[in-house]
């Protein structure tokens, strides 16, 4: 496989073609955004440990039986990956409120969610990625019912899959965001599973330990991603 032009950069991973027309090579960087890319830094080892970080998740999902987009890690920072047609939307699950919903209906933070909520967000950082429902997204052909239908029912197994495996490392899953993608006609999760995309907490003390690190200035950013990474069973050498 060789590693051709770059293809688009985003806020911090950058994607390259290959000469396989049907996959990229994803490079994460130790560029860092919060706040829809109003704060930024540059996080040292951040882009190796995101990537070893998420091949380790899609690993798990994959054996799941969730289809996903990942092949196989290349180095530190790059992995191979289908090439999706991506869905431009987010889906975000939550176990326990945090964040925009706490904001939004006036809950403070840490309260159960129960049944998990699914929303979905319209990925623009120009508009900072409004939530949105499913007849916005059939009327402005974000996404067809069948994908809405998929991506839900696949981020809710997500939840069942990464619950316990946060759990059982004594951490908890407060809320994550997926995007999808499609491949030859079939819907894959794509992206990056990270603690830059996720809330998890510590099950004793509730310390944070993923990118809100970063938009609180509590520091150790990376330190606590990779404490995170330690206690799931990932090397990061
Ligand atoms: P929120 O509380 O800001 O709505 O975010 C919910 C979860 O989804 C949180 O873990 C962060 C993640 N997320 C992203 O990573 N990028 C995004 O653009 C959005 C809207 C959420
Ligand atoms: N991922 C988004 C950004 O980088 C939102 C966030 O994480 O706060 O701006």
Redesign the pocket.
Known sequence: MEKREQLYAG??KSVFATDDPKRVVMVYRND????????LAQLDRKGMVNNKFNAFVMQKLQAAGIPTHFEQLLNDTESLVKKLDMVPLECVVRNYSAGSICRRYGLEEGLAVNPPTFELFLKS?KLG?PMVNESHALAFGWATQAQLDEMKALTYRVNDVLKKLFDDAGMMLVDY?LEFGTFEGELLLGDEFSP??CRIWDKATRKKMD?DRF?QDLGDVIETYEEVGRRLGIRFD
């Not at 860092?32 to 704060?39: L, P, R, Y």
């Open positions: 806020k911090a860092t955004s919060a706040f829809d890319g109003k704060k950082d990625d965001k830059d995309g990118k938009r």
